[in-house]
């Protein structure tokens, strides 16, 4: 069955610094794959969603990039700000359940 | 604004206990979801209704059921509440040929 799988490890940055996190899935290529970011204690936020046919999407400070090849997304904050440091989650819409199935999303810190 | 509102936001039940979980949306949407998020796991799907009155497991079914008697509302019922369900609780909507996801603000329980 398919598996999404992102980073547990928290990946810490320094302010204005680019953060990059990454999401691998194991089997085939989702119709599109969504970000999300959570705060403690709060329900996820949507951001950005990219489809398979497209390579890359921006929206502001942030850049999605779908490699089907690599079976990879890779999400990108530029000129990272404390604000950004968050938990932040990679998804993909399983049509047969009509339900999105998680990975286990990647704690980003920001430092001042 | 879409609104996704669940009941409470923290919970102490006692072992034993019928739990209700209350979930509310404002948006019209068709799906209603119930996942539940620990620590390293990420968000795992507990339920999902597509319509009024039907439903349909999750990856983790047992131990809980639901009920969605009006399109609105969808609720999260632990028959005999145990310790390993002390958990966040997740409420979230999406419309039937949308792509994202909105989530409540969750609810935190626990079982003593």
């Known amino acids: 069955s398919q598996k999404i799988e992102q980073n547990s490890e928290a990946l810490n940055i320094q302010e204005g610094k680019t953060a990059t996190l990454t999401c691998n899935y194991t089997?085939?290529?989702?119709?599109?794959l969504q970000w999300y970011r959570q705060d403690p204690g709060r329900g996820p936020v949507f951001l950005l969603l990219i489809r398979e046919n497209e390579k890359e999407k921006r929206k502001e400070r942030l850049k999605v990039t779908f490699d089907t090849t690599l079976k990879q997304s890779l999400f990108h904050i530029t000129a990272s700000q404390p604000a950004d440091s968050a938990t932040y989650l990679c998804?993909?819409?399983?049509?047969?359940?009509?339900?999105?199935?998680f990975g286990s999303g990647t704690r980003l810190q920001v430092q001042p | 604004d879409v609104k996704v509102t669940q009941s409470s936001r923290y919970l102490v039940k006692r072992t034993g206990e019928k739990v209700f979980l209350e979930c509310v949306q404002d948006?019209?949407?068709?799906?209603m979801f119930w996942y539940r998020q620990d620590p390293g796991l990420g968000l795992r799907l507990i339920y999902f209704?597509?319509?009024?009155?039907?439903?349909e497991k999750g990856d983790i079914p047992e131990g809980y059921s639901v009920s969605r008697e009006k399109k609105e509302r969808f609720s999260l019922i632990l028959e005999s509440a145990s310790t390993n369900q002390t958990s966040m609780y997740l409420c979230?909507?999406?419309?039937?040929?949308?792509?994202?996801?909105?989530f409540g603000q969750g609810t935190r329980l626990t079982v003593v």
């Open positions: 948006m019209d949407h068709e799906n």
């Open positions: 979230a909507t999406r419309l039937t040929g949308g792509t994202e996801a909105f």
């Open positions: 209704s597509y319509d009024v009155k039907m439903k």
């Open positions: 998804a993909y819409l399983d049509t047969g359940r009509r339900a999105l199935t």
């Open positions: 089997n085939y290529s989702p119709a599109y």
